[in-house]
């Protein structure tokens, strides 16, 4: 792609509106529960429920909505329905302070702002053609991953200073101005594709499952690695926040890079890769216990999240292309599937087994992952050789 591509005023407004979903994200998710906490004195376990329910508030509509999507509902319709909700939630997060009323508005944030980010992915998808597609939405995930590398840090300082229902109310605005963003964008539909498959094809299944172990593994170690660092290694406080900070940093070339070459990769080539980066990475920190060869595996960690968030999305994609809607929204909801289990089984596991156990487990959910690629692949090729394909 040349410089041209990238300065068509369509090609900037989507790369803007991704950023702007993503800030408006990163501002709510790391200190909502700081929220709950310190604010409202929410007990830990009404805490975990909240955020459950959400989750599978989150996973339902969005799969719903995709179906409909698919189906000849306008994605720009339901993009302006829930960017629009999406920002009366924040303000709602930020107002109400009634538990169950809080549940509510939380519910009605997390499944509408879930339906956004996918919907967005989809419209994307449908601007370029085939060449174009992984590189593009590489880039369009790597702007998510910018946005979260500041917006944290950002969202906590304004936390401090300007309290929470101040927070939400900026984050209402970044999500007005994603409305305003809206305008002039078109649904694209791509014409129907003879090899495009269903969801309960056996290669979307099991790439759902590599998705699922992938981001489950990633999720146990964010949540345990920064406990392990402190506690065990006897490292500074900053220790964690440098490790996420370089793999975050290191990610976007990796996804950039990853999407500009994927059309010269055999189509799971890069879920492969992401897998045995997974497994050197998981095994080296149980290996390891210096803080500087931590940092030098943070290249792997980057390889397995650069390139199964990067590129991820777009094989889900190739094998659903009149489906995109749910081929993009079954990859979202794969990660917070994955995500929502790791932070589960990693309590069970670290109470149980210690910290050595939750990073070996790390690494034998990444040997099932990359399994269960060679699964998929094997059934793929069958199923090219067939005289229906």
């Given at each position: ?5 990238w300065?068509q005023?369509?090609i900037l407004?989507?790369l ?5 979903l993503g800030?408006?994200g990163?501002?709510?998710?790391p200190?909502l529960s700081?929220?709950l906490?310190?604010?409202l ?5 009404w805490?975990?429920?909240f ?9 339902g509509v969005?799969?719903?909505?995709a ?5 000849g ?9 829930a960017i629009?909700?999406?920002?009366l939630g924040?303000?709602?997060?930020g ?7 809080l ?8 499944g ?18 085939d ?10 995930r790597?702007t ?15 936390f ?8 939400m109310?900026?984050?209402?605005g970044l ?12 649904d ?12 309960t ?5 099991g790439?759902?499952?590599?998705i ?13 690695m ?7 290694l ?9 490790l996420?900070g370089?793999?975050?940093g290191?990610?976007i070339p ?17 879920l ?11 095994l080296?920190?149980w ?5 500087t060869a931590?940092?030098?595996?943070q290249?792997?960690?980057a390889g397995l999240?650069?390139?199964a ?10 094998l ?9 929204t079954l ?5 917070k ?13 670290a ?22 690629v ?6 793929q ?9």
């Amino acid at each position: 792609m040349n410089l041209q591509f990238w300065l068509q005023p369509t090609i900037l407004r989507l790369l803007t509106l991704c950023l702007l979903l993503g800030t408006a994200g990163a501002s709510v998710f790391p200190v909502l529960s700081t929220h709950l906490a310190e604010n409202l004195g929410i007990q830990p376990l009404w805490i975990g429920v909240f955020f459950g329910a959400n989750t599978l508030a989150g996973i339902g509509v969005s799969q719903w909505l995709a179906k409909r999507s698919d189906a000849g509902m306008s994605r720009m319709r339901i993009l302006y329905v829930a960017i629009s909700v999406s920002m009366l939630g924040s303000v709602g997060l930020g107002f109400i302070q009634w538990y169950p009323g809080l549940m509510m508005a939380g519910m009605v944030w997390f499944g509408l702002s879930s339906t956004a980010q996918p919907q967005l992915f989809a419209l994307a998808r449908e601007q370029v053609d085939d060449r174009q597609a992984a590189l593009f939405q590489s880039v369009l995930r790597a702007t998510i991953s910018l946005s979260w590398i500041a917006g944290p840090p950002l969202a906590y300082l304004l936390f401090e200073q300007i309290g929470f229902r101040n927070l939400m109310l900026i984050t209402a605005g970044l999500f007005a101005l994603c409305l305003l963003m809206l305008p002039g964008l078109k649904d694209t539909r791509l014409t129907q594709s003879a090899q495009s498959v269903t969801v309960t094809d056996p290669r979307i299944l099991g790439l759902m499952g590599v998705i699922i172990a992938l981001f489950a593994a990633n999720s146990m170690y964010i949540v345990y690695m920064p406990i392990y660092v402190r506690e065990v290694l006897g490292l500074l406080g900053i220790a964690p926040g440098l490790l996420m900070g370089l793999a975050a940093g290191l990610e976007i070339p990796i996804m950039i890079g990853g999407g500009a070459r994927a059309h010269r990769w055999p189509l799971f080539a890069p879920l492969k890769v992401a897998a045995m980066c997974g497994v050197v990475f998981y095994l080296g920190v149980w290996w390891f216990d210096s803080f500087t060869a931590m940092l030098v595996l943070q290249v792997f960690n980057a390889g397995l999240v650069g390139l199964a968030a990067g590129l991820g999305i777009s094989i889900f994609q190739s094998l659903m292309k009149d489906r995109l809607g749910m081929a993009s929204t079954l990859y979202t909801n794969a990660i917070k599937i994955g995500s929502l289990t790791g932070s589960a089984l990693g309590g069970v596991i670290a109470q149980v087994g210690g910290f050595d156990w939750v990073f070996l487990s790390c690494a034998l959910l990444a040997v099932v992952a990359f399994g269960m690629v060679l699964w998929v692949g094997r059934h793929q090729g069958r199923t090219q050789t067939t005289p229906s394909a």
